[in-house]
Nanobody, 117 residues
Framework: QVQLVESGGGLVQPGGSLRLSCAASASRFSINVMGWYRQAPGKERELVATITSVGSTNYADSVKGRFTVSRDNAKNTWYLQMNSLKLEDTAVYYC???????????WGQGTQVTVSS
C-alpha cells in the first residue's frame, strides 16, 4: 500500500504563487503516472496536470502556462508549481498515483487552495 500526503496549500491573493507537494510513502516501479486533480465546491473533480515516469507532462487548458508539474524520484515526491493564480483556481487539490501493474489509483487526502483578495 502506498500513502500519499499533500502539503503546501493555503490562502493566496490573485496573481500569487503556491507550490504543492505530494510525498509517497514508498517507491513503486509500477507507478507510471502521477497527477494533480482539483475539486471546487459544487463541481466535479477535474484533472489539473500529470507527469509520467519518463517525465512527459500534460495540463488542463485552464492552467497551461501558469502551472508546472515536476517530480523528484529520489524523494518519491512530485510537485505542482502554481503561478498567476486566479480566483477560479480555488479548490481542494488532490494528488494521485496510478499503479500500472495493479491498475490501481492511490489518492492523497487533499489540500485546500484558496485564491482571494
Amino acid at each position: 500500500q502506498v500513502q500519499l500526503v499533500e502539503s503546501g496549500g493555503g490562502l493566496v491573493q490573485p496573481g500569487g504563487s503556491l507550490r504543492l507537494s505530494c510525498a509517497a510513502s514508498a517507491s513503486r516501479f509500477s507507478i507510471n503516472v502521477m497527477g494533480w486533480y482539483r475539486q471546487a465546491p459544487g463541481k466535479e473533480r477535474e484533472l489539473v496536470a500529470t507527469i509520467t515516469s519518463v517525465g512527459s507532462t500534460n495540463y488542463a487548458d485552464s492552467v497551461k502556462g501558469r502551472f508546472t508539474v515536476s517530480r523528484d524520484n529520489a524523494k518519491n515526491t512530485w510537485y505542482l508549481q502554481m503561478n498567476s493564480l486566479k480566483l477560479e483556481d480555488t479548490a481542494v487539490y488532490y494528488c494521485k498515483a496510478h499503479d500500472l501493474l495493479y491498475n490501481y489509483d492511490y489518492w492523497g487526502q487533499g489540500t485546500q487552495v484558496t485564491v482571494s483578495s
